[in-house]
Each structure stands twice: as C-alpha cells, then as structure tokens.
C-alpha cells in the first residue's frame, strides 16, 4: 500500500477517495483548480476519517496518555500535520468530526482576514507584468529620471518580444508606453533651452539610447500609435481588464487571411521582411544561407526598381559576409556575385533617374522610396565601388591559393577578362553623373576607386594583352556609351597605334589619380606609370617621371604594398635599361634588389625559405603568379651588366680588390668564390654561364665569352631577344678591347689597329673611337698614328708595371711579411711591448736573457 494513501482502506471506496485532497493538489495545476473543489474534496474525506477513528478505537491503540501527549504536541507545533502525512490536510489527519468542523471555521477566518486567492494564467501573469512596468515608466517619466526610464524599458522590450508564445498581439500596454515616452520626449526637448539643469554622463546616455529606440519601435506599429491617440480609453478598455486578450487578434488574422491581400499589404510584407533582414545582418546565431535564399525569393517578387535594387544591394553583401573569415571566396559563389553586380547595373541602366551611391542620405524608413533631388534623380544609399573592389580583391586571393603551374590557375585567370567589364561598366556609370570638376568631391572619390581599380587590371600587361581586354570589353557594352576620361577602342589599330592607344589609356587613367588629394592615389598612379612606360621600352620618359616624383627619399615612410609598386617600377626600369644597351644604369638600378637576401619579400613574390610563417595581412599584400617579375631574368641581366663593367676595370686596376668600396661587391664576390672551386664543372645554371663569360672576357677570348652567354635560355623571355643577343655580343666586343688594351699596354710600344679590329670583328674606325675614349679619359698614354694606322704607347712617369714585374712585387711583399711574422715569433710575439714596459730594457737586452 502506498504510503501517500490515508490509513484505512475501504474496499467500497474509490481511488479518488483514497487520496488525499493535497496530493490532487500535486498533480493539478494551480488554473484547474477552485476553492471550490477543494472544499468538496474535504467533505468527502470526512467519512473515511470517521472509519479511522472507530478501528483505533476498537483495536484499542490509544490511550489517554497519547491522547495528552499528542494534543501536547499538536499545541506546541501549533496544530500542524507532522511526520509522512505533513503535506495533507487537517482534516485528514485529525480524528475527529468536531476538530474538522473547527479547522473548517478556522480556516473560513483565515481566508476571510488574507483575502480570496486568485489563480491566473501565465498569460495574465505576462500581461499584468508588462502593465506594473509601464506603470513606473510613467511614474519615472513624469520626473524625468532617464537612467530608471532606460533600465525599465530594457526589461519591457524584452518582455514584449515574447509576445508571439502567448499568442496574442502587440499588448496595448506597450504602445501606451511609446506614446507616453514620445510625448515625455517632445516636452523634454520643447523645454530644453528653458531649463538650466544639465545631464550628466549616464542620464545623457540613456537620453540617446530611449530616443534611437522609441523612434525606432514607433514605426513599426503606427496605426496603434495613431488609434491610442485618438482615444485613449477606448483603446486599452476594448479587451476589458487585460490589455490584450487572444480572440480578436485570431479572429482578426483568420479574417485577414481570408481577405484579398491588396498591394499596399504586399508592400509592407516585403519591406517588413527586408528590415528583419537589415536587422539580423551581422549578429551571432543568424544563417546567413537563409536570408539570402530569402532575399532571392524576395528579388522575383519585387515589382519596381526601387525594390530590386534595395533587394541586390542587401544580398550581394550578404554573399561577401558569407565568405568574411575565409582565405578566398570560391569561384561559383564570386560569379554569383558578379552577375548580382551585373544585373544591378542593367536595373540602373534601364531606369537612369535612379542612382546608388555613397553620399545620398540615408532614409529613415527603407520601405519609403526617397524623393528625387534636384537633377530628377532618386538617390538609394549604396556602394558598387566597393563591391567591385571587393571583386578584384577576393579574385586576388583565390590566385595566391593556386598553384600557378596548375589548369585550374588558367581557368580562374580567365575570369579576369569579365570582371574588367564589368569595371569599365561601372566606370560609365560613375561618368553619368558624376562630371570631371567634382573629381575632388566626396561623390567623385567613388569614381576615383573605380579608375585606380581599372589601373591596376592593365598597367603590368603587355600592349597586345590590354588591346585585346579593350576590345573585348568595349563590345559587351552599348555602342551608345562613351568614356569622357578616354575614348572607347574601335577596332586593332595596328602594332604603333596600339601603342599609342595603350600610353594615351595610362596617360589619362593616371592623369585623374594625379587631381585627388589623397596622397597614396597619387603616389600608386606614378609608380603604375613608371612601370608600364619601362615595360613598353619608354625608358627615359620613366627615367624622368621617377626623378620629378621624388619618391626614392620617402618611400621608406609608406606602407609596405605601395613600397613593393616602388620595388617593381624599380626593376622594371632597371630591365628597360638592359633592353636599351645601358649597362651602368641598368647595374645601379638592379643592384639593390638582387644584392638582397629577401628579393621575394621586396618584389611581393613570397617569402624566403626557412622564414617564419606570414600573417593573414602579410599574405594578402602577395602579388598573384601572372604578375611576377622572374627572379632568374633579373639575376641574369644584372650579372651580364656587372660583368662588361666590371671586368675592363679589373684589367685596369691592378688594385682592384682595395677599390671595391666604391663599385658593387656582389660580382666580385661570386667571382672570386668561382676561382677558388678546385674543381670547375660544367656551368649549370645562368648564374654559372656568367662567371664563367667573365674568366674568359678576363683572358681577353671575347668569342668564348660571347658564347657562353648565347647559351642562357633566359633571353628568350625578352620580346625582342635577338636584338638584345645583338647588342650583347657587340658589347662584349667592345669591352673585350679595352681589356686587352688594358693588360698589355706596359708590354706593348705599338699596336696596329687593323690587327685589333680584326681580333675583335670590329671596324678600325670602331676601334679608334674606343681608343680615342680611353686617351681622352687619361685611361691609357698613347697615340693614334694615322700614318702607320698604328697605337703608340708613351711610358709615363706613372708607368705601370707589366705582369712579369707585378708578380715579383707581390713575391717580394709577401716575402716581407713572413720575414716580420717569424721575428714576432723568435722575441714572444707582441708581449715584447710588455716586457720592456715591466723592465725597462730594450730589445737587445730582452733578447740576451732569453738566450
């Protein structure tokens, strides 16, 4: 028998009867049951109460002492139920019919002096709830005190956003609440100036917060706003006592379901779905996969250009957010958006009174169309400047993820060719109504990014690679639209035109950057200027436009990606140098670069090997692979320069290695660790081939030096290799000549000139103007005697010795300094100086001792 049952079992009885009213209690929620059940279910239990008494009776289980000692008891713990029935009621656990009647009046009183007790539903309790906090938030606003305003109506917001779980409207407590704070809002603010009590921090504070937000809620439901102010009382006694009751706000949606939406409903559903949107965007917890599928089934049912545009303007940066904390955006999804970008401006194109940009004045309520300004154009808040820059920059990403020597590389390059379109496009856009004299102005800057962008996509390609991107960009486009930066490409023009073109499409990008303000578009255009002039062979114009910018003596205070750009124009000048055939420029331009350890991380190639592990800032400052510079291209043309400079003047000087301060290291350095090999193999890379020119150039065998080179495969990345092959050769005839002049001039008396142009394949009036050159640069003492067509060598005061007398000189001091060393030895090495310190004796004497 379960202990919660009462004592005595009556076989008759039910089990309703066996138990106890209390543990009904336990099983029943506080709204189903009544005091009136309650009293019925005493009553009934009388009777089995009464059975009880008689069996104890009968069986003789009391007596008089437990009798005493129980009413001792129920006195002291004042008549309440103990033991394993503590939790029934009194008349279930006394044992008489006169003691229940008793607690019955008791009871009766008790209840009489605490008042009825009123069970109510949790959404009563919610209601009444929202009402007690409305009430201080009026108490609170009739004085003005914001800081218990703001924290009450914290709690209220959170308490009314649970509103749908009781299914039941907005409660008309709340909307009290706003009309009561937007009306303790004006009077604040209407005797503002009249009053001279100032707010401090935290009242000011929570001013601002109830302000943003009673304006803020107030337009979410405004025909409630307006219906309270018409009447006040009608309004919250529609429902009776409880603000809100559920049956109308049911009966009202079955009959609005039932009811034809009209298309101001529609209207408002739509924008009520893309505030929710707009309201969600960012925060924790929210799938973003979601609102975009949403805000695609709301672009197929928007109706006019205002809404598609606000709906593509929201869902191409939800797509960007979907990819905000990766390294790349795939390819499917950045196509996506681009066709996003695209189908904007074809809306846009189509409907030319709408314009979206940065500065147009954000609206207070999106679901309301902004009016047109002054030139009939409908001004939407936002930014495809940015979404193209983002393009460009998420394509850039995925590209340093590759692997360039990979098919996938190829074909993600290719989308390059329709982004540039979609540039130009957005480009023309801008040009509509933005003119050239507001190129200064906040609105012209978005026009700006868009040019530097369109810069960028060109200024490193070749000309037959940026006309064949203009042709095909200008076909996709309107045969109506014009460019009034440049003028639209009509077809190949032919390989000199082209290039004009080409520098005339540069010229005029850069000539926009150059008129803005802003230092680092200024100082990003002249660096693609003098990068793309050095690569189209320009060179002195870039030469030039590198001096007059004076940007070698700040850079080293820019940013390190505009320090890269210098690196690269740098370079570039450096290789258009070696084109041209000038070896010194090309040397001192070039030397800095590649005389580095970290020629990657200065050209925003890549890292060094063995380095530590780069940052995600770091990375995204990395150049993709198509836009690299060959690192062995540049090593080559640098050694090449280095050797016909260098080479001659090691002839020249027989202390060369002491003047090595004044010319660069890096040649000499190589060349002399190539000399110490003990054994010389095959050359086997371009680096080898070089060192191995210059022995044989040293030896004054031009041919095989000229040979040596010819064998480099790296010429054949030049466009015009065979020229530059050419000039190579030609050059290392001629400073194979002054070499020879050099090494033989204190051996020789005369020399003929046909002989020299023969030995060196060069012609004699060649020859003689090589000569002439190193007389007049007081190089050599000699003469050209034209009569005997010969080269006579005069000795001089400062006459040079020839190699028979260089090498026994150089015995001779070497000679010196084993002679002095072992003298060293013989006396104690240097503690001499100490000994004749300690003793004050010479060197004779010190000598004498140690013998």
Not at 138 to 166: A, C
Not at 310 to 322: E, G, H, N, T, W
Not at 488 to 498: A, M
């Amino acid at each position: 028998m379960p202990r919660f049952f009462s004592a005595t079992y009556d076989e008759e009885s039910s089990d309703d009867d066996l138990v106890s009213s209390d543990e009904e209690l336990l099983y029943t929620s506080e709204e189903e049951t009544s005091e009136e059940e309650l009293l019925e279910e005493e009553e009934k239990s009388q009777e089995p109460e009464e059975e009880d008494e008689e069996s104890d009776e009968y069986w003789g289980e009391t007596s008089s002492e437990e009798e005493e000692l129980s009413s001792s008891d129920d006195d002291d713990f004042g008549h309440k139920p103990r033991g394993r029935s503590y939790f029934l009621k009194k008349s279930a656990v006394k044992g008489s019919g006169v003691e229940s009647e008793e607690s019955e009046e008791e009871s009766e009183e008790e209840e009489q002096a605490e008042g009825k007790k009123v069970v109510k539903s949790a959404k009563d309790k919610y209601l009444d709830e929202i009402a007690d906090l409305v009430d201080e938030i009026e108490n609170y606003s009739m004085v003005q005190d914001w800081v218990n305003i703001g924290t009450r109506f914290d709690k209220l917001l959170k308490l009314v956003s649970k509103y749908p779980q009781h299914h039941i409207a907005i409660p008309r407590q709340y909307v009290k609440c706003l009309a009561i704070l937007t009306q303790t809002l004006e009077d604040y603010e209407a005797h503002q100036k009249e009053s001279k009590r100032k707010l401090n921090a935290s009242e000011s504070k929570s001013l601002n917060i109830i302000r943003q937000r009673v304006k803020k809620y107030s337009k979410e439901c405004p025909r409630e706003l307006k219906a309270y102010h018409d009447s006040p009382e009608a309004f919250l006694a529609t429902d009776g006592s409880i603000s809100l009751s559920v049956t109308p706000s049911v009966a009202a949606s079955r009959e609005a379901s039932k009811a034809p939406a009209t298309a101001e409903d529609l209207k408002k559903v739509f924008f009520n779905a893309l505030k929710a949107i707009l309201e969600t965007r960012g925060k924790r917890n929210v799938d973003q996969r979601e609102q975009l599928s949403t805000l695609l089934d709301l672009l197929s049912s928007a109706k006019t250009p205002y809404e598609q545009i606000s709906v593509l303007l929201l869902a191409i940066a939800i797509r960007f957010d979907l990819h905000a904390k990766s390294n790349f955006m795939p390819s499917a999804e950045w196509k996506l958006a681009l066709a996003d970008v695209n189908k904007l401006l074809d809306i846009i194109n189509a409907n030319r009174k709408y314009v979206v940009t940065e500065t147009a004045v954000a609206p207070d309520d999106i679901a309301i169309e902004p009016k047109p300004n002054a030139n009939g154009q409908v001004e939407v808040v936002g930014s495809i400047a940015s979404f193209v820059e983002r393009l460009c920059d998420e394509i850039t990403y995925h590209l340093l993820t590759l692997d360039p020597h990979s098919t996938e590389y190829i074909v993600r390059l290719r989308d390059e060719s329709s982004l540039y379109t979609t540039l130009l496009r957005v480009q023309l856009y801008y040009e509509r109504f933005i003119s050239a004299s507001d190129l200064q102005k906040p609105q012209g800057a978005q026009l700006v990014r868009v040019i530097l962008k369109r810069l960028e996509s060109v200024y490193y390609k070749p000309t037959k690679l940026i006309i064949f991107s203009e042709m095909n960009s200008w076909k996709a486009i309107d045969a109506s639209e014009n460019s009034w930066v440049y003028p639209r490409l009509s077809g190949d023009l032919g390989p000199q035109k082209n290039l004009q073109y080409t520098n005339g499409l540069v010229d005029s990008l850069c000539s926009v950057l150059y008129k803005q303000t802003n230092s680092a578009f200024r100082k990003k255009a002249v660096l693609c200027h003098i990068y793309n002039y050095a690569l189209n062979d320009q060179y002195y114009k870039a030469r030039d436009m590198l001096l007059l910018s004076h940007l070698q003596s700040s850079i080293h205070t820019a940013d390190p990606q505009l320090q890269i750009y210098f690196n690269r124009a740098l370079v570039q000048l450096g290789l258009s140098a070696f084109r041209k055939g000038l070896m010194h420029e090309a040397q001192q331009l070039l030397q800095e670069v590649v005389t580095s350890s970290r020629q990657k991380e200065l050209l925003g190639q890549g890292v060094q090997r063995f380095q530590v592990q780069q940052s995600q800032v770091d990375k995204q400052r990395l150049l993709p692979f198509h836009m690299h510079i060959n690192l062995e291209l540049l090593e080559c043309s640098f050694y090449t320069a280095s050797l016909l400079i260098e080479v001659p003047l090691m002839a020249e000087y027989d202390d060369y290695a002491k003047r090595r301060q004044s010319s660069p290291k890096a040649f000499r350095r190589v060349l002399e660790y190539r000399e110490r090999q003990v054994f010389d193999g095959p050359p086997e890379n371009a680096r080898d081939h070089v060192m191995l020119a210059a022995r044989s150039l040293g030896k004054c065998d031009w041919k095989t030096a000229a040979n040596l080179l010819m064998k480099i495969q790296i010429w054949s990345l030049f466009n015009n290799s065979e020229e530059i092959k050419h000039s190579i050769v030609s050059e290392l005839k001629i400073q194979g000549l002054r070499t020879f002049i050099f090494k033989n001039r204190a051996s020789f008396t005369k020399c003929s000139i046909s002989s020299l142009s023969e030995m060196f394949e060069l012609t004699e009036s060649k020859v003689k103007a090589v000569i002439a050159k190193l007389i007049r640069n007081d190089d050599v003492h000699a003469l050209i005697n034209l009569r005997s067509n010969t080269v006579d060598f005069t000795q001089g005061e400062d006459c040079r010795a020839n190699k028979l007398q260089q090498l026994v000189l150089n015995l001779s001091d070497k000679c010196s300094q084993i002679i002095e060393r072992n003298e060293k030895l013989s006396i104690g090495g240097y503690q001499i100086q100490l000994d004749i310190k300690k003793f004050g004796q010479g060197r004779s004497a010190t000598v004498q001792g140690r013998k």
